[in-house]
C-alpha cells in the first residue's frame, strides 16, 4: 500500500486539479493507494472541498488542524496517519509534479528506502530561488548530517523511515533534515519544480526564515561554537591595540615625532557599538537554542487535531 501525504493550506484554487492528476497516476500505479489531506487550518473553502472529495472517492482521507501549525507540522502529521508501506509528501500546488511518482516507485521498488526529488529549475522569482540557493550552500556547511542540495519535501520514505520519523519527538521539524538523519539507502532524482497550478504561494517571509533557522539550528551547534572563535579573534586584535595604547603613553615624545596620533573618541564610539551588536546577535542566537529546548521540555502537543474523515481508527491517535 502507497500513502501520499499532501499539506493543504488555503488551497481552494487548485484541489480539484490535483485531485485529477494525482489519482490518475496513484490508479496507474497498480497498488493500493491512500492520500491523506492534511488541512493546516485553512480559512478558505479548503475542507468543504476536501469532504466533497471525500464523498466521491474514499481512497482520499483527511486531517483538520484546529489552527495553522505550518507546512512541516502538518507533514509530519500525514506521516504519523499513513498506514502505507512507503509514504509519499508531495506539495498541493502540482509545483512537484504527480507524475515524478512512477520513477520514485521504481527506485524504491530496486531497493531504494528513500526517493528524494532534486529541483533542478525553478519557476519562481529570482529573490526567492537566489535566497533558496544561499540557504542549502550555508545548511551543508553548517549541518553536521550530508543535506542534499536543492532537495525539498518531495520524496518517497519507505516504512521503516517513516517509523523513525515518526518516533522523533522533536516540536520544530525540519522534515528533509530529519529524512536525512534517518539514513539507509538514499537517492535524489532531479525533476523540474514547476510554477503553481493557482493561488498565491502559502509560505510567507517569516515562515521561510522559522523553516531556514529550523533546518540550521536543529543540524549544526557551529553558530555556538562561532561566538567562541569569533571571541578569541576580538581579543587578540584588542591586546595588540592594548600593547600600542601603553607603548604610546610610554615613549610619548617618539610616537608625535612619528606624526601618530592617539585614537579618536569617534572610533572607540564606533567600535563599542560595532562589539555590542555582535554580542547581541550571538546573545539572539543562544536565545533561539534556549527556545527550542524549551519548546521540547515543554513537550506541547505537536499538533491539534479538529476533525479526521476517511479513516477507520479515528480517536485512538487524536
Ligand atoms: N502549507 C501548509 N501550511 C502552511 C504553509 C503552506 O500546509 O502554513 C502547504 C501549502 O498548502 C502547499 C505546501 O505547504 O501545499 C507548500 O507551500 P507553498 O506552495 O506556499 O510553498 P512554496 O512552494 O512557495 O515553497
Ligand atoms: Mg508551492
Not at 549541518?143 to 518517497?156: N, V
Not at 532524482?189 to 502559502?202: D, N, T, V
Request: glycine share 6%.
Amino acid at each position: 500500500m502507497i500513502s501520499v501525504v499532501v499539506p493543504c493550506y488555503n488551497e481552494e484554487d487548485v484541489l480539484h486539479q490535483l485531485y485529477m492528476r494525482l489519482s490518475k497516476v496513484c490508479q496507474t500505479l497498480n497498488d493500493s493507494y491512500e492520500v491523506i489531506l492534511v488541512d493546516d487550518g485553512s480559512r478558505d473553502n479548503t475542507w468543504n472541498i476536501i469532504c466533497d472529495i471525500n464523498s466521491r472517492d474514499s481512497h482520499w482521507k483527511a486531517l483538520r488542524f484546529a489552527r495553522n501549525f505550518g507546512h512541516q507540522t502538518a507533514v509530519s502529521a500525514g506521516m504519523y496517519f499513513a498506514n502505507g508501506d512507503c509514504v509519499i509528501i508531495i506539495d498541493a500546488d502540482l509545483q512537484d509534479p504527480p507524475e515524478e511518482l512512477y520513477r520514485f516507485i521504481d527506485k524504491w521498488k530496486e531497493g531504494y528506502e528513500v526517493v528524494y526529488g532534486i529541483r533542478t529549475k525553478r519557476k519562481e522569482n529570482l529573490v526567492k530561488r537566489i535566497c533558496y540557493k544561499l540557504f542549502y550552500r550555508i545548511l551543508r556547511r553548517f549541518a553536521d548530517i550530508d543535506i542534499p542540495y536543492d532537495s525539498g519535501d518531495f520524496c518517497l520514505m519507505d516504512r521503516k523511515v517513516v517509523n523513525i520519523l515518526n518516533s522523533m519527538p522533536e516540536h520544530n521539524r525540519f522534515v528533509r533534515g530529519l529524512r536525512a538523519w534517518a539514513g539507509f539507502r538514499q537517492i535524489g532524482l532531479e525533476y523540474e519544480r514547476k510554477a503553481r497550478a493557482a493561488g498565491e504561494p502559502k509560505y510567507t517571509f517569516t515562515k521561510l526564515l522559522k523553516l531556514a533557522f529550523d533546518g540550521i539550528l536543529s543540524f549544526s551547534k557551529l553558530p555556538l561554537r562561532f561566538s567562541i572563535y569569533l571571541g578569541l579573534t576580538i581579543l587578540i586584535i584588542a591586546t595588540f591595540f592594548m600593547v600600542f595604547v601603553i607603548f604610546q603613553n610610554i615613549f610619548e615624545d617618539w610616537f608625535s615625532k612619528m606624526g601618530l596620533k592617539s585614537i579618536p573618541y569617534a572610533i572607540i564610539i564606533i567600535i563599542a557599538s560595532f562589539l555590542s551588536g555582535i554580542q547581541l546577535i550571538f546573545l539572539g542566537i543562544f536565545g533561539e537554542y534556549l527556545g527550542r529546548i524549551y519548546d521540547e521540555v515543554r513537550n506541547r502537543p505537536i499538533w491539534t487535531i479538529q476533525d479526521m474523515i476517511g479513516f477507520e481508527q479515528k480517536s485512538s491517535k487524536i
